[in-house]
Structure formats: C-alpha cells, structure tokens
T-cell receptor, first 112, second 116 residues
Framework: GESVGLHLPTLSVQEGDNSIINCAYSNSASDYFIWYKQESGKGPQFIIDIRSNMDKRQGQRVTVLLNKTVKHLSLQIAATQPGDSAVYFCAENKQGYSTLTFGKGTMLLVSP | SQTIHQWPATLVQPVGSPLSLECTVEGTSNPNLYWYRQAAGRGLQLLFYSVGIGQISSEVPQNLSASRPQDRQFILSSKKLLLSDSGFYLC???????????????FGDGTRLSIL
C-alpha cells in the first residue's frame, strides 16, 4: 500500500554542522506533513509541520522543505547539537482522514 | 497547557495474562485519542483511535482492545497476552477538529511492555 519512507536509516554529523534528513512519500493525496523527534525511551515530540500549500516552513533552527513534484520532504537542522541526537520520523496525513502514516525513522547521531 | 500521561512506564507480564494500560489527557476537552505500537527500531503502527466517549475505531485486527470510559481517558486492554504483544505502546491526542483538518498529534512517553 501507499506509505511514507526514509532514505537514510542513520545520519552521523559533527556538532555545528547542518543536518538534512529526507523522507519520500508515495500518496499524492497527502496534504499535511509532520516531523517528530524521538529520544530513547520517550514518545515522539512534535518538531514542525507543513501543509501542501507551502514549499517551506521555518522554525527555531529547523526548516522543512516540501517538494510535491517528486513527493519529497526534508528536515534541515542548523548548527546541530549533541542534544539533537535522536530518531526523526516524518508523518503524512490526507485531508478528511483521521490518521497519520509514519515513516520508519532516521537516527541522527551528533558527535561533539 | 495540555499534558498527556501514560502508566506504567514499564511492564513485564507473562504470556496469557491480562493487560490494562491507561492514558489520560489534561488541559483540553473532547480530544481525539490514539493508541500506537512501536516495535524496536521501527515506525509507529496505529492500533486504535477514538473521537469521543465510547467511540473506538480499530485499525488492525489483533489481540488487543481499547475503551474510552471518560472524555480524557483511553485504556488499552487484553484478556490474554501473546509474545507478539511485546513492544512500546504510545498514546497520543489531537484537538477534536483535527480529525478532518490537519493538526499534529501529541504523544505521551509510552509504556514498554515485555511479555515473558
């Protein structure tokens, strides 16, 4: 069936670098996307979301880019810090549906 | 502000025993409530969601059931646990109108369930 997936299971970066986590989705009807951060032993924490009428949205140190043409979503983290080490999930939703579909996750490892 | 609580944080149960996991939300009314399971190193699988008291939708056939006896209380149960029920169980909430308009879900810190 249609699903959301991630290109890289693990991303290792140095502290201070910029990180980019990618996500591909296959449901062209999806119109809402979310990025979550999950630290070990905790539940996913909302980071940022974007609706399909936007291409880019910025938060504090994070930017989400949406390319609907190729059904691709990315999360950019500026000046990555050791506290950013976690698993990052993308999720998508289609208008009129109650549920989110989650990708498998990418682990981000930040070295000091 | 809104908060979501799950308990217990960890649970070890023998095969064939019953299960009851509880989730409560504070600071909001009429939330949508969700139960997810997360296998080790995997994404989240939606098990149940509820749009109101006594209203439960099941996403996958399984050995589990859910109930919503109060507006902000969501319970995950089983009469007889299987080994395959092991996992990390997460409860989440979203604002009521989020069912048909896009809003994020907010998660609790989960219950890690081990079946022996």
């Amino acid at each position: 069936g249609e699903s959301v997936g991630l290109h890289l299971p693990t991303l290792s970066v140095q502290e201070g670098d910029n990180s980019i986590i990618n996500c591909a989705y296959s449901n062209s009807a999806s119109d809402y996307f979310i990025w979550y951060k999950q630290e070990s032993g905790k539940g996913p924490q909302f980071i940022i979301d974007i609706r399909s009428n936007m291409d880019k949205r910025q938060g504090q140190r994070v930017t989400v880019l949406l390319n609907k043409t190729v059904k691709h979503l990315s999360l950019q983290i500026a000046a990555t810090q050791p506290g950013d080490s976690a698993v990052y999930f993308c999720a998508e939703n289609k208008q009129g549906y109650s549920t989110l579909t989650f990708g498998k996750g990418t682990m981000l490892l930040v070295s000091p | 502000s809104q908060t979501i609580h799950q308990w217990p944080a960890t649970l070890v149960q023998p095969v064939g025993s019953p299960l009851s996991l509880e989730c409560t939300v504070e600071g909001t009314s009429n939330p949508n409530l969700y139960w997810y399971r997360q296998a080790a190193g995997r994404g989240l699988q939606l098990l149940f969601y509820s749009v109101g008291i006594g209203q439960i939708s099941s996403e996958v056939p399984q050995n589990l059931s859910a109930s919503r006896p109060q507006d902000r209380q969501f319970i995950l149960s089983s009469k007889k646990l299987l080994l395959s029920d092991s996992g990390f169980y997460l409860c989440a909430w979203s604002v009521r109108q989020a069912l048909y308009s896009n809003q994020p879900q907010h998660f609790g810190d989960g219950t890690r369930l081990s079946i022996l």
